[in-house]
């Protein structure tokens, strides 16, 4: 009987699948595109077999004269896209070739706009999708992307807006006729292309701070409730000015920050749910991250969690972690999704999209899986929360464990801060005048 040695058998389907690659002649931006992929992947099968020295993608001229031309850089062992007049949905992508595709697509659709909200520090344009076919008052508000490393839920948001838009299916139908949608997919524009042309691991944004040669404040340590101010000389340096979580000197002091509390502020009374998108770890988490208090209407969030359960055990088999922040990922003050519940709407959520084993830099491969996993669920959310609109659930728990309890707590709150220094005094003086007015901030 012929005996066949598996690894020969493997090294022949790696070469035919190489060489077979080889000789496509790509026509699409998109075809070029996965066909470099498939290259670039055959090649480091190639060099985990110690065949580099004979299949090394450089010789191949025509492959190589497409990255340098087309704008494509590899970057941990991923592609990403710098080319803006081109928007890649199953691989990364850099700044300016989101920014094209959101303006194409409110060129594209008369019911969606690009608001500019803000500029940073660099300059760069704040950039807010909003997508309302129906003329609906209630807003379903979505970010990602405050810290600038963690490119897939950029993926995840920007294909969120792709299959509202552009799949012609039943659930995206359903949510155009009930929602309007406003999503950011980038907040930190700086500290995103920082993460493509400098350090892949980078956090903040790019602004300076009060120690030289120390950059970026966390935006997501920025924001006002329990908020913990660094102070200069206290020698603490595992939140200073140069470590990867500092707050800055004062609550919403970044541009990045303080646009997109405006932004909240100025549609608060319509947000009827929100996500701030991250990675990783597999959790779905609610306020609060300062302490371990739960929030007033738990009972309410605990519907919306159980929902979002079930829907990763139907999609993808793996039981999803739900709770407070404070409980589930650790202690941390300052972050949006707690300033999103206290000021702004009671339903309010940060996803932790992406296993363990991905952290930050999750292979392109994997986008699909996150993002359709992610999709699903979002659905899942928004049909529960539709279903408790219609039948006066939402308002019911609203008023009765939301706004009034809350309101209670910002009274206490602000009177122990009058204790604090006089710029968070006038800070929460102004937040509280935003809550109570009832028109928008200009």
Request: a positive charge; glycine letters at 4%.
């Amino acid at each position: 009987m012929l005996k066949v040695n598996s690894n020969v058998v493997v090294r022949t389907l790696i070469l035919f699948s190489f060489f077979s690659t080889a000789r496509l002649e790509p026509k699409s931006m998109e075809e070029k595109f996965r066909v470099a992929t498939a290259k670039y992947t055959n090649q480091m099968h190639h060099r985990k077999r110690s065949a580099h020295k004979r299949y090394k993608i450089e010789d191949d001229q025509h492959l190589w004269d497409l990255f340098t031309t087309e704008g494509f850089t590899w970057v941990d062992n991923v592609f990403t896209n710098h080319n803006a007049s081109y928007y890649n949905y199953t691989g990364y992508n850099s700044y300016e070739p989101i920014k094209s595709e959101l303006y194409r697509l409110a060129d594209k659709y008369d019911f969606v706009k690009v608001e500019v909200y803000g500029k940073t520090h660099e300059n760069r344009e704040l950039l807010a999708l909003h997508i309302n076919k129906q003329e609906k008052d209630e807003v379903v508000f979505l970010n990602s992307l405050i810290h600038a490393r963690e490119w897939v839920v950029g993926c995840v948001t920007m294909n969120i807006i792709h299959r509202l838009l552009e799949y012609d299916t039943a659930d995206a139908k359903f949510l155009l006729n009930n929602f309007h949608f406003i999503i950011i997919p980038v907040v930190n524009p700086d500290g995103y292309e920082y993460t493509h042309t400098k350090n892949r691991m980078w956090r903040k944004n790019r602004e300076p701070t009060l120690q030289p040669g120390c950059f970026g404040v966390d935006i997501n340590r920025n924001f006002m409730y329990g908020y913990r101010p660094f102070v200069a000389g206290s020698g603490d340096k595992e939140h200073g000015p140069c470590s990867e979580t500092f707050a800055g000197t004062k609550p919403i002091s970044t541009k990045e920050s303080t646009a997109l509390n405006v932004m909240l502020f100025k549609n608060r009374h319509n947000i009827r749910y929100y996500i701030d998108y991250h990675t990783f770890g597999n959790m779905w988490t609610n306020a609060f991250g300062a302490n371990a208090w739960l929030p007033k209407n738990d009972e309410q969030l605990g519907r919306y969690r159980k929902n979002v359960e079930k829907s990763f055990m139907d999609s993808l088999g793996v039981k999803w972690k739900t709770g407070g922040v404070h409980n589930t990922i650790y202690e941390c003050h300052g972050i949006l999704v707690d300033h999103a519940y206290y000021y702004i709407t009671p339903i309010a959520f940060t996803v932790e999209v992406g296993n363990a084993h991905d952290e930050f830099t999750a292979p392109d491969t994997r986008i699909d899986t996150y993002v359709i996993s992610q999709w699903l669920a979002l659905v899942s959310q928004l049909k529960l929360l539709h279903s408790e609109i219609k039948s006066g659930q939402y308002m019911r728990d609203r008023t009765k464990n939301w706004r009034r309890t809350s309101m209670m707590k910002r009274t206490v709150l602000y009177k122990r801060e009058k204790k604090a220094p006089s710029y968070i005094q006038s800070l929460y003086k102004r937040t509280l005048a935003l809550f109570n007015s009832e028109e928008d901030v200009k």
